[in-house]
């Protein structure tokens, strides 16, 4: 792997006497997509929350970069680069979509130095991206569920992430919304955008990712190809019983990783 951009050491999370992550190892490098898979209560969230500072590690260390991230705030972080969606939206009710999106921009990499002008411009075109163009001026509860979930990515992209983190961006989507979900994936990664995504549409996940981590108790339960993890007895055992032919249900990206 070239250098990772991300890198977490003997990540721990202890919750009284549950370790709902128990020192873990993860690095990413630019431009890849991991899929983040395993049961309920795996510690998938909890992981994601540590590596965005959303929670604080009980043990164990994080880089961003060259810079040890251990103990930033989830705001600290979010101006190196990171961005999180969250696995159930809450949009701000009383604001339009676009006003939800220009948080984004105001908290992200460009951080204090965004003007409201500067923002809205931002936020204008994450919405593009996320697929929202049309809905700039309507407010948040006129949204499906899936638009809920580009709401969130959008958010997220007006903050000009290098990595960003999906936490169950297809849960409650039609297999059509889920495919539509996915292109939007691979067009985020084709820009320039490293992505971490968990996910209990296995097949789907599969269709998508580089490379897949399992969790399951807290613990790395395997890590690998799709095609690896598909095969390995103890993933299937722990998590995913027969879900192989499945996988054909979703499309293969359209281009390879890097391509046109
Ligand atoms: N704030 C908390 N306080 C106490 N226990 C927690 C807290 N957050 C999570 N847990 C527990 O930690 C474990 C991991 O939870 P987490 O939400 O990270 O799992 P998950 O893999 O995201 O699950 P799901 O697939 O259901 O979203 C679970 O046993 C959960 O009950
Ligand atoms: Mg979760």
Do not use: W
């Not at 890590?223 to 499309?251: H, S, T």
């Amino acid at each position: 792997m070239s250098a990772p951009i991300l890198a977490a050491t003997g990540l721990t999370k202890r919750f009284g006497g549950l370790l709902a992550v128990d020192g873990v190892d993860f690095e990413i490098a630019r431009g890849e997509i991991v899929g983040l898979i395993g049961p309920n209560g795996a510690g998938k969230t909890t992981f994601v929350d540590l590596l965005t500072g959303v929670q604080m590690a009980t043990s164990g260390s994080i880089r961003l970069g060259e810079r040890d991230a251990t103990r930033l705030s989830a705001h600290e972080r979010s101006r190196l680069g990171l961005a999180r969606t969250f696995q159930i939206p809450r949009p701000f009710q009383d604001m339009t979509i676009l006003e939800n999106v220009m948080v984004g921009a105001l908290f992200g990499v460009g951080g204090r130095a965004v003007g409201m002008e500067a923002a809205r411009r931002q936020a204008t075109d994450a919405l593009a991206r996320a697929g929202l163009g049309g809905l700039a001026d309507r407010r948040t509860d006129i949204l499906t569920t899936s638009g809920r979930k580009r709401l969130e990515i959008a958010r997220c992209l007006a903050a000009q992430p290098m990595l960003l983190f999906l936490d169950e961006p297809l849960g409650g989507l039609n297999a059509t919304e889920v495919n539509e979900a996915l292109d939007l994936i691979r067009t985020l990664r084709d820009g320039g955008v490293t992505i971490v995504f968990i996910e209990h549409i296995v097949p789907a996940v599969m269709s998508v990712s580089d490379r897949v981590f399992v969790l399951a108790g807290g613990r790395k339960l395997a890590e690998g190809k799709p095609a690896e993890i598909l095969a390995d007895g103890a993933v299937r055992r722990a998590y995913l019983g027969d879900v192989g032919g499945a996988v054909r249900r979703y499309r293969p990206a359209a281009t390879p990783a890097g391509g046109a």
